[in-house]
């Protein structure tokens, strides 16, 4: 007999289904009782007792649909040791609710943050399968996370549709990539969009340079030019910046985002009209690409193992082609950055796209 519970928690993304999918398929293919409590709106579910009882009927028909069929929500690391507006303590609660339920153990999806309270609840004594998900691709210790190559086809396709509209009227076009405070979605729908510049959170950009590259396009005949700007791209300005300085910059910020900051900038240095496109949520909207139900299926089947084993306490990682048990407290808190001289960006900027360094 094995009892599980299961939360999704954090920004949505398309293969969360498919994940859970893969491990309820792996545990009732192989464990001959089983019963799955899915928690409501992440972390939330947990805390206050909001739960469904979930048969593996459930489960069936979902690889292909987006979003969750268990809500997500988020409930931040930091306040989590932070008593509610009532005074209820989450932590002790978040446990209450496990040990009543009388859990194996927790199956958590979700990103950065939800990795942390996945770690803090194994630190507490419970037991916990982490399985990493985010469009940012920002999880240090897996090669890849779920949501990342079905998140690049939407920004991709976003990126394509301008090109055909950026050309007919030779204009700069600006896209905007999510992916929070990295550039992992950005630099990969960028390039394959054919953006001419790529802005990165890892490579602060000189405008100058942003606009001496559409110049020199222009010079070479080229109407238009497209950038794919991440939605965490810095100026080297800003980075220079200290916390306390940047924090105050941001506050009286007069623009929706820095996408619009980058368009005035390059309309005031060369007279250019600029265009500002901000695809935002539907990168973590619609169904799951191919490549993500591959990947949610396989890391659900080794999560589904590892619960097998009782070996409990890790992230599943995928890492060079193989599924890999991972501990979580080697892992949370750390964030996966792209390296600036990697070989991706050496090869991207031999064909000429710009980094606006
Ligand atoms: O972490 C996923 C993500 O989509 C980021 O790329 C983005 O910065 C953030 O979530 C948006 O969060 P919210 O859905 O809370 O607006």
Same mark, same amino acid.
């Not at 001419?196 to 606009?211: A, F, G, R, T, W």
């Not at 109407?223 to 980075?239: C, H, N, P, R, Y």
């Given at each position: 007999m094995k009892r599980i519970g299961m939360l999704t928690s954090g920004?949505?993304?398309?293969? &969360?289904? =498919? #994940?859970?999918r893969g491990v309820v398929k792996g545990l009732s293919e192989n464990v001959k009782e089983l019963e799955v409590y899915g928690f409501n709106n992440g972390y939330k579910g947990l %805390?206050?007792?909001?739960?469904? &009882?979930?048969?593996?009927? *459930?489960?069936? $028909? +979902? &690889?292909?649909? $987006?979003?969750?069929?268990?809500?997500?929500s988020r409930q931040p690391f930091k306040l989590m040791r932070v008593p509610d507006e009532n005074g209820l303590d989450k932590v002790e609660a978040m446990k209450q609710t496990y040990h009543k339920l009388n859990l194996d153990c927790l199956v958590i999806l979700g990103g950065n943050g939800t990795q942390k309270t996945a770690n803090l609840l194994r630190e507490e004594g419970l037991n916990v399968i982490h399985l990493p998900k985010t469009i940012d691709n920002d999880i240090y210790g897996t090669d890849v996370t779920f949501g990342f190559q079905s998140a690049i086809n939407v920004a991709t396709d976003a990126i394509d549709c301008i090109h055909t509209t950026a050309a007919s009227h030779n204009r700069v076009f600006i896209v905007e990539v999510m992916g929070h405070k990295v550039g992992w979605l950005t630099l990969y729908a960028g390039v394959? $969009?054919? =953006?001419? %510049? %790529? /802005?990165?959170?890892? +490579?602060?950009?000189?405008?100058?340079?942003?606009?001496?590259? +559409?110049? !020199?396009?222009?010079?070479a005949g080229? $109407?238009?030019?497209? /950038?794919?700007? #991440?939605?965490? #791209?810095?100026?080297?300005? *800003?980075?220079a910046l200290s916390? !306390?300085?940047y924090k105050v910059k941001k506050k009286n910020y007069q623009y929706p985002s820095v996408s619009y900051e980058i368009a005035e900038q390059i309309e005031k240095a060369s007279g250019t009209e600029v265009r500002v496109t901000v695809p935002g949520h539907t990168q973590r909207g619609g169904s799951p690409c191919p490549y993500?139900?591959?990947?949610?299926?396989? /890391?659900? =089947?080794? =999560?589904?193992?590892?619960? %097998?084993?009782?070996?409990?306490?890790?992230m599943i990682a995928m890492i060079n082609g193989k599924t890999k048990r991972v501990p979580l407290g080697d892992v949370a808190g750390k964030l996966k950055v792209v390296d600036p001289e990697c070989q991706m960006i050496q090869e991207a900027k031999e064909i000429g796209i710009s980094f606006g360094d």
């Open positions: 920004g949505d993304c398309q293969a &969360l289904n =498919a #994940a859970m %805390i206050y007792g909001d739960y469904r &009882l979930l048969t593996s009927a *459930d489960f069936s $028909g +979902i &690889l292909t649909k $987006g979003g969750t069929i268990l809500g997500s394959a $969009g054919g =953006a001419d %510049i %790529i /802005l990165l959170p890892e +490579i602060p950009y000189d405008i100058n340079k942003v606009v001496e590259a +559409i110049d !020199k396009r222009t010079k080229k $109407g238009f030019t497209i /950038l794919a700007v #991440a939605e965490g #791209a810095i100026s080297k300005e *800003d980075a916390k !306390k300085e993500d139900r591959v990947l949610c299926t396989r /890391l659900g =089947a080794a =999560a589904a193992q590892a619960i %097998i084993e009782e070996d409990y306490g890790y």
